[in-house]
């Protein structure tokens, strides 16, 4: 490296060898012969250092990431950056991004929080896919590996993009335990029935991240369209059978809306993405057969 | 609301060929189903033909079918039909809620039986077009 100081080189074999040098004076020997092991170390520090690079290069990995600030005025013309992240075993695109940040560049943003699939605030549009940053493993990949921000949403800068109507879209459901009676004590537990646990199950686990959100083309051109995260919402508490029947119709109705459980055109496209792998299709698909029994009346 | 600017193509169908197989379904789904209603007029206009007499009716027919590039489009018609009538019934299943987890199998089974059957039926449409 450019920076290291230069090593102190031992005078020792010029000593040596100006005993028997007598026609050359012994302190211009000396200084000769010091600058040839000065040159030497310095050769052996240069074929280390290539010998260090190769094997960088020969490890790294090729991202191109989305650039774009409004704030700025050069970058208000989006662009991809292109990035060469020395490649770690185990390393995700998160991983690969942080470097780039940390080493590269540090105006380059990005959100993450939990780097453990948890908080849901690293869903990019990677290699033509929404993912999990911190979920994909840069050696599934193939280079080079393009990191966008998530379609269909606004870009605030870079990789971040605007979450609101997502959030929106999450709030119209009532996204929390709301039954009709609660116990005489407040605070006593509700219990559920295993079975009951078993059914919602994989709806439980939506960390709100967006991904199937935007890989929706329906949700794309209905900007009302309720989406496959919000009615998995709806399906994880609507199937739950402590809330009681009221809020149990409420529910339906808010999914059987114009803009709802009818617009989903079963392309598949958010059970594909979703990192916690929730059965996005089946369950707006069972929500709607109940629409249709609620519905349905044989007098 | 933040800036925006328009992502062009990232945003719509630009993506194509990263389209899986649920989202070829729909497209070619959507496809064959207006191909098929723009059939039935043509169909019902040809059909018609018969109002001015059987003779009339017989000569469409037969100048029609004489034609090689009828015979093709019958061809693609019958394409379009199948993968219609095959990936109907897998969306039937798909709203039953039956075999969701192969629901690309399904499509790509759709496909390539759809396939065999246009090639199978060539030789009954192609014959005496010549
Ligand atoms: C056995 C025959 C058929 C079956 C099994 C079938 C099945 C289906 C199914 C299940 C859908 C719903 C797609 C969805 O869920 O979004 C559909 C859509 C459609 N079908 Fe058919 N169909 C058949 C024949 C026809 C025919 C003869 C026509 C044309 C006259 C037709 C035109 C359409 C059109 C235009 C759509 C798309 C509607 C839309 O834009 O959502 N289908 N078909
Ligand atoms: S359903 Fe899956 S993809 Fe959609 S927001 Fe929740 S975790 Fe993300
Ligand atoms: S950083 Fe929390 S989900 Fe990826």
Redesign the interface.
């Known amino acids: 490296m450019s920076t290291q100081p230069p090593q102190q080189q031992s005078e020792e074999p010029a000593a040596e060898q100006s005993a028997d040098a007598e026609s050359t004076p012994a302190a211009q020997q000396r200084r000769e012969d010091k600058k040839a092991a000065d040159r030497d170390a310095r050769d052996e520090r240069q074929a280390e250092k290539d010998a260090n690079e190769a094997k960088a290069n020969e490890d790294t990995r090729e991202i191109k990431v989305f650039r ?1 600030d ?1 704030e700025v005025e050069e970058k208000q013309e ?1 662009r991809f950056d292109t990035f060469h992240v020395p490649f770690t075993k185990g390393m995700t695109v998160l991983d690969a991004v942080i470097y780039a940040r940390d080493q590269f560049d540090p105006s380059l943003t990005f959100r993450h929080s939990c780097r453990q699939a948890v908080c849901g605030s690293d869903a990019f ?1 990677i290699n ?2 929404q993912r999990l940053g911190c979920k994909t493993q840069i050696s599934e990949l193939e280079e080079p590996i393009r990191i ?1 921000p998530l ?2 949403q ?3 800068k870079d990789l971040v993009v ?1 979450m ?1 109507h997502f959030y929106e879209e999450m709030e119209a459901v009532d996204p929390y335990f709301d039954p009709d009676e609660t116990p005489d004590g407040e605070l006593e537990e509700q219990r559920q029935s295993r079975q009951n646990r078993e059914k919602v199950k994989m709806s439980t686990r939506c960390i709100w991240c967006g991904a199937c959100f935007s890989s929706c ?1 329906i949700a ?1 051109g209905d900007n009302e369209y309720l989406g496959p995260a919000a009615l998995n919402k709806a399906y994880r508490f609507a199937m739950d059978e402590r809330e009681g029947d009221q809020k149990t119709q409420d529910r339906l109705e808010t999914i059987e809306q114009e803009h709802g459980v009818w617009r989903c ?5 958010c ?2 993405v979703c990192p916690k792998d929730i ?1 996005l ?2 369950h707006i ?2 929500l ?2 109940e629409a249709v029994k609620k519905n349905l009346k044989f007098w | 609301m933040s800036q925006s600017y328009n992502r062009g193509t990232i945003e719509s169908f630009g993506r194509w060929r990263e389209f899986s197989a649920g989202m070829w379904a729909w497209i070619f789904h959507k496809f064959t189903g207006w191909v098929l209603v723009g059939y039935l007029f043509t169909h019902i206009a040809v059909l018609s033909t018969a109002m001015e007499g059987a003779e009339m009716y017989t000569n469409t027919i037969v100048t029609l079918e004489g034609l090689l590039l009828v015979r093709i489009l019958e061809v693609g018609l019958l394409a379009v039909a199948v993968f219609h009538i095959l990936n109907g019934l897998r969306l039937l299943l798909v709203d039953l809620g039956v075999g969701l987890e192969s629901q690309d199998k399904s499509f790509y089974a759709s496909v390539i039986l759809t396939g065999a059957i246009t090639v199978a039926s060539v030789p009954t449409f192609i014959a005496g077009a010549f």
């Open positions: 774009y409004p989006p549009f033509g896919q966008e379609p269909h606004d870009v605030v605007d609101d083309n794309a055109q079963t392309q598949f496209s059970t594909n059965p299709t089946e698909q069972e709607k057969r």
